[in-house]
C-alpha cells in the first residue's frame, strides 16, 4: 500500500482504489496577513476515504472551501480528472460532481426532511418555475423520478421515521444524517464531509462511521472529510492528510500519520528525543 | 380430536393453506409492505410463486426434510415467505428474536443445530458469523438486504433473491420433489419450533405440530368470527408465538392480509396509514398512547383540551355499557354520538385503531383504567391468557363480557382446571408436543394425560366462570409472618401509575416487603419539563427528592388499596429505592418480551436488597451495564431509601394455603 502505482493501489480490507481524480498543487490561501494554508499538495483517489485531520485552526475547513470553489487560492492548481481547473462559482463545483456537508448544519430548518433532501437534486431539476408551479407533464415526471431517488437515500440513511419532520425539531445526531443525505441527493462522484461526527456521542460516531463506509461501498462514493478527532478517522480512512497551521505535516495511510513524529507534537505538544 | 380430513379438507400444513389461498382468493392482498415510502402489496397467487421460488432454492441448496431453518429479523414479508417455503420442503422454521445479543443467539442455534439461516441483514448476518465457529452445524446463510453485504465471501452466502432466481432456473429438476415433499406433510408433523423467553434459565424449544397451530388458529378465528378482509399489521418479534398465530396461522387460515412495517421506528404512522381491523398489543402499548395522548393534549389550545375533558368523562361513564350492548338512556346516546365525531373518532383515527373490530392484549396485568379508556373510545379490547406451549390460547373473553381483572372463559376446544396448589392447567388440541430435546421439562411440564401445568396461580370467579390469574406459581409464597406474598400483584398496581415503568417487589420469608421501582421517562421527563426542573441524565432525574416524593405518594397509595383485601394485606410496601438504571433485556434483568426475572435481579442487586432490609438511609452501589453492541460499561450511583407509610389492616389477614 505503500508505494502508490500510477492506477491505483489495493486497501487492506481489499477494496481497489483508482486514479487520481483531484489533485491539489501548490495551494496556498491568504486572508488579508493571514495565511490560512501555506503551499500544501496532496491528492485524492478515485474510491478512497481520504482524511484532512489537524488541530483547531489548522486550515481544514478553508482547504475545503477551496476544493468546493468556495475560496479561491492566490497560489496553486487544482486538477480535477486530469485537466487543470479554471476559478469557478460552489455552484458550478455542485454541478462537477462534488457535493458537501457543513460543520455547523446547514439545513432548512422548516422544511421536512424529505424537503431538505430534495432539496440537494436541485442541481439536476430541469423543468422551469411555471412548470413545477403547475406541476404538470414533464414537471411531475421529474419529480416522481427525483423523489424515487431520495426515497432510495431515506431508506439508505434508515431515516423513514422522520421524513416527514422539520428538520429543526430533530436531535443534532439526526440532522447530521440529514445533512449528508441532502449531499448524497445530488450523486457526487466526490463527497466533502465537514467534521462529520463533531459533537456526537459515541453511538452516533459509531452509526456515522458506518454511514461513510457504506456510502463508500454501495455507490462508490470518493469521500474527502476532515476531523479533529484522530480516533474514528484513523479507524475509516485510506489515507490521511494532517494539517497544521495552515501546512501540511503529515501525508500517508493511518499507520504512517500515527508514527509520524511531527504528528505527535502536534497534536500531543510533547517533545521527543 | 377432530379428524384433519373431515376438520378442513385436506388443509393439513401451512402449504397446504397456501395452495388453497391461491386458488381461492388469488387476487385479493396476502403481504404488504411499505417500501420507499409506498405501499407494496403481493396478492396470494403472487406470494405462492415468491414462496415456491424459494422452496426450489431451498432444494438446490440441499434442504433437507428435518432440518431447521432459522429466521432472523424484523416482520418482512420475504422473512415470513421464508419461513413457508422452510416448511414446503418438509424443512422446521425456527423463528429467532432480533434483538437476541450474539451469546444467546449461539445457544439457540447450536441447540436446534439450525443447518440454514435466513437473515435479514448485514446486522444479523454479523451476529451469526460471530458464532458460526462455536455452532458448527451452519452450511449456508440468506440474506435479504444486499447493503454492505458486498464484501463478504460469498461461498456459503447468499442473497434470498438470488437463491429464489436459482430455484426458478431449476424447476425443471426440482417440481416433482417439491410437490412430493409439500404433499408428504402430515397433520402431526412439525409445523414450527419456537423459543421461549425462559423467565428462568435457558430458553427452550417448543414443538408446534401442524395440528397445534392450525386447530388454534380455526377456533379462534371462529371465536372472533375472523373472515377474509380482516387486515393485520405484523410488527411484533417474529420469535414470538402470538406473531406466529396471528401473522401466519390465523392468515393463512382465513387468508387475510398481513402488513409489514417500514421500519420498527414508523410502527405509529404505519398502523395509521394501515387501520387494521385485528390488533394485538401489549398492556404497555396501550399504555403507553395513552401517556403520548394526554402529554400531548397538555400542549392543545384550551377549547380543545376543554372538549378532550368532557366527553372523556362522558365516555368514561357510558362507552363502556355500550360496548357490552347494555340499556343507555337515549340522551347519553345523543351526546356520545355527538362525542364521537368530535373528540373520540379523531383519537381512534390517529392511533390506527379506526376500522379495529377485535383487538386483544395480553402476557401482562392490565391497568383498570387504561383497558376501560379505550373501551370507552368504542375500541373492541379484550383480554386473552395464553402461551407458547398451548399455541397461544388458553382463556379469552367473548365480547359483551370484558372485564379488565379477568382473562375470560375458556377458548372454545381448550379444558382448564385448577390444581390442589391453584395453579392453573390447561389440555387442548393447540397443546404443544414437546420441548426439543428436552424431556425432562417435557415430562414435568405435561401430564400423561395431555395436561399442561402454565406455572400461573390462578382461580374461577364463581358467578361468572372468569379465570383470574393473581400470579406466577413459583413467585407466590409467604412473608415471614405467614401472609400471602404475590409479588406480581403488587407490581402490576404499581405499574399502572403513568410514572412507574417497571417495580419489583421483595417480600418471600422476610418480615416485610420492599420494592425496587423504575421511572417511565417519557412522563417523568415531561412532568420536570412542564415543572422547569432541570436534569442532565435518566440517573439524576430518577434519584431527585421530588421524584421520589411522586414515587412515595404512588407506593402509598398501593399500600391503601392493599390494605383493603383480606387476602394481599400482607403484601404491603414498607421500604422502597428508585433504581438508577432502567432494567434491560440486554443486562438480563428482564426477558425479550419484558418480564422481570427475579432470580437475576436478587442476584444483581444484592447489595441494595440488604440496604432495604438492614435500615440505611442511603446506600452507594455500582453495576454493570452492557450496550446495545455488547461491550460492557458500569454505572455508579448513591440511592436513597425511602420508608413508605403503612395502612393498618381494614380486614383480618387469611393465612396463605398450603
Not at chain 2, 415468491?50 to 429479523?73: K, N, T
Not at chain 2, 423467553?197 to 424449544?205: F, I, M, Q
Not at chain 2, 390460547?393 to 382446571?417: C, H, L, M, W, Y
Amino acid at each position: 500500500m505503500n508505494e502508490m502505482a500510477q492506477d491505483g493501489y489495493v486497501t487492506e480490507d481489499g477494496r481497489t482504489i483508482g486514479s487520481v481524480v483531484l489533485e491539489m498543487k501548490n495551494i496556498t490561501l491568504r486572508f488579508g496577513g493571514v495565511t490560512a494554508i501555506q503551499d500544501i499538495s496532496f491528492d485524492i483517489r478515485e474510491g478512497e476515504i481520504r482524511a484532512i485531520i489537524g488541530p483547531n485552526g489548522a486550515g481544514k475547513s478553508s482547504m475545503l472551501n477551496v476544493i468546493n470553489g468556495f475560496y479561491t487560492p492566490q497560489e496553486g492548481e487544482i486538477w480535477f480528472h486530469g485537466s487543470r481547473r479554471p476559478k469557478m462559482k460552489p455552484y458550478e463545483v455542485a454541478r462537477q460532481g462534488i457535493a458537501r456537508t457543513f460543520q455547523n448544519i446547514a439545513l432548512f430548518k422548516g422544511m421536512s426532511t424529505l424537503d431538505n433532501i430534495m432539496t440537494g437534486r436541485n442541481t439536476m431539476m430541469t423543468s422551469g418555475l411555471l412548470a413545477q408551479a403547475l406541476w404538470f407533464g414533464k414537471a411531475e415526471r421529474e419529480e416522481i423520478r427525483h423523489r424515487s431517488q431520495v426515497e432510495k437515500i431515506i431508506d439508505f440513511l434508515e431515516i423513514q421515521h422522520i421524513r416527514k419532520t422539520p428538520v429543526g425539531k430533530l436531535p443534532y445526531g439526526l440532522q447530521k444524517r440529514v445533512e449528508l443525505g441532502r449531499a448524497l441527493a445530488a450523486e457526487p462522484k466526490l463527497l466533502l464531509l465537514d467534521e462529520p461526527m463533531a459533537g456526537m456521542n459515541v453511538e452516533e460516531k459509531e452509526d456515522m462511521s458506518r454511514f461513510i463506509l457504506d456510502v463508500n461501498d454501495e455507490f462508490g462514493t470518493t469521500i474527502a472529510l476532515i476531523e479533529h478527532d484522530m480516533g474514528v478517522v484513523m479507524d475509516i480512512s485510506d489515507r490521511v492528510v494532517v494539517m497544521d497551521y495552515g501546512r501540511k505535516i503529515g501525508d500517508g495511510t493511518p499507520d504512517e500519520v500515527r508514527a509520524n513524529p511531527e504528528v505527535i507534537d502536534a497534536y500531543l505538544g510533547v517533545s521527543h528525543d | 380430536m377432530t379428524d384433519p380430513t373431515l376438520a378442513g379438507g385436506g388443509l393439513v400444513s401451512i402449504p397446504a393453506l397456501l395452495a388453497r389461498n391461491a386458488r381461492s382468493f388469488a387476487a385479493s392482498p396476502a403481504y404488504r409492505e411499505k417500501e420507499y415510502g409506498i405501499w407494496q402489496s403481493w396478492t396470494w397467487l403472487q406470494v405462492q410463486e415468491e414462496i415456491r421460488a424459494l422452496a426450489l432454492g431451498f432444494l438446490e441448496l440441499g434442504v433437507a426434510p428435518g432440518d431447521h431453518v432459522a429466521v432472523i429479523g424484523g416482520n418482512r414479508p420475504v422473512l415470513y415467505w421464508s419461513m413457508v417455503a422452510a416448511q414446503s420442503v418438509g424443512a422446521i422454521p425456527v423463528p429467532l428474536y432480533q434483538d437476541a445479543v450474539a451469546e444467546e443467539m449461539a445457544y439457540v442455534l447450536d441447540h436446534c443445530g439450525a443447518r440454514w439461516i435466513v437473515a435479514e441483514d448485514q446486522e444479523q448476518v454479523d451476529k451469526v458469523l460471530e458464532v458460526a465457529d462455536r455452532v458448527g452445524y451452519i452450511e449456508h446463510i440468506l440474506y435479504h438486504d444486499r447493503r454492505g453485504m458486498r464484501k463478504y465471501d460469498h461461498g456459503r452466502m447468499n442473497a434470498i433473491s438470488d437463491v429464489q432466481r436459482t430455484g426458478r432456473a431449476a424447476h425443471d429438476r426440482f417440481d416433482a420433489e417439491l410437490a412430493k415433499r409439500s404433499a408428504a406433510l402430515g397433520y402431526d408433523d412439525t409445523c414450527v419450533m419456537l423459543y421461549t423467553s425462559g423467565t428462568t434459565g435457558r430458553p427452550k424449544g417448543v414443538v408446534l405440530s401442524n395440528r397445534n397451530i392450525i386447530e388454534a388458529s380455526k377456533s379462534s378465528s371462529d371465536f372472533d368470527s375472523l373472515g377474509p378482509g380482516e387486515s393485520v399489521l405484523a410488527y411484533l418479534p417474529m420469535a414470538w408465538v402470538g406473531d406466529f398465530i396471528f401473522s401466519v396461522g390465523q392468515a393463512y387460515w382465513c387468508g387475510f392480509c398481513v402488513s409489514c412495517p417500514e421500519a420498527a421506528e414508523t410502527m405509529y404512522e404505519n398502523l395509521h396509514e394501515i387501520g387494521p381491523t385485528y390488533f394485538f398489543a401489549p398492556p404497555r402499548y396501550f399504555e403507553q398512547r395513552i401517556t403520548l395522548l394526554l402529554i400531548r393534549m397538555e400542549d392543545a389550545g384550551r377549547l380543545k383540551k376543554r372538549m378532550f375533558d368532557h366527553f372523556m368523562a362522558h365516555a368514561k361513564r357510558v362507552g363502556p355499557d355500550l360496548m357490552d350492548g347494555k340499556p343507555v338512556g337515549l340522551w347519553d346516546r345523543l351526546w356520545y354520538g355527538l362525542g364521537n365525531v368530535a373528540v373520540y373518532g379523531p383519537i381512534r383515527n390517529r392511533a390506527g385503531m379506526a376500522n379495529v373490530r377485535v383487538a386483544y392484549t395480553a402476557g401482562e396485568a392490565i391497568g383498570p383504567e387504561i383497558f376501560e379508556f379505550w373501551r370507552s373510545l368504542g375500541i373492541n379490547l379484550k383480554q386473552l391468557y395464553g402461551q407458547t406451549e398451548a399455541s397461544v390460547f388458553i382463556t379469552q373473553q367473548p365480547d359483551g363480557e370484558v372485564r379488565a381483572d379477568t382473562v375470560g372463559v375458556p377458548s372454545p376446544g381448550v379444558e382448564v382446571k385448577i390444581g390442589e396448589t391453584g395453579e392453573v392447567f390447561y389440555r387442548s388440541p393447540g397443546t404443544f408436543v414437546e420441548y426439543y430435546k428436552n424431556a425432562d421439562s417435557t415430562a414435568s411440564t405435561k401430564d400423561a394425560e395431555g395436561w399442561v401445568a402454565t406455572g400461573d396461580a390462578g382461580f374461577f370467579e364463581e358467578d361468572t366462570g372468569h379465570l383470574r390469574i393473581i400470579d406466577r406459581a413459583k413467585d407466590v409464597g409467604k412473608t415471614a409472618s405467614g401472609a400471602l406474598f404475590a409479588p406480581k400483584y403488587v407490581e402490576n398496581k404499581l405499574k399502572f401509575f403513568p410514572n412507574v415503568l417497571e417495580a419489583v417487589v421483595f417480600g418471600a420469608d422476610r418480615d416485610m416487603c420492599c420494592a425496587f421501582l423504575n421511572i417511565d421517562l417519557t412522563a417523568v421527563g415531561n412532568w420536570a419539563e412542564r415543572n422547569n426542573v432541570s436534569y442532565g441524565s435518566y440517573q439524576e432525574l430518577a434519584g431527585m427528592d421530588a421524584v421520589l416524593d411522586q414515587m412515595q405518594g404512588h407506593v402509598e397509595e398501593v399500600n391503601a388499596s392493599l390494605a383493603t383485601d383480606p387476602m394481599l394485606s400482607g403484601c404491603q410496601i414498607h421500604r422502597f429505592l428508585v433504581l438508577h438504571k432502567e432494567l434491560d433485556a440486554d443486562d438480563g434483568e428482564l426477558t425479550r418480551t419484558r418480564k422481570v426475572r427475579r432470580r437475576i435481579i436478587e442476584e444483581k442487586f444484592s447489595d441494595l436488597i440488604a440496604a432495604l432490609y438492614d435500615g440505611t438511609g442511603t446506600v452507594s452501589t455500582e453495576t454493570e451495564v452492557t450496550y446495545e453492541d455488547g461491550r460492557k460499561g458500569s454505572i455508579k450511583a448513591k440511592l436513597t431509601i425511602r420508608d413508605a407509610k403503612v395502612m393498618p389492616v381494614t380486614g383480618k389477614t387469611l393465612e396463605a394455603a398450603e
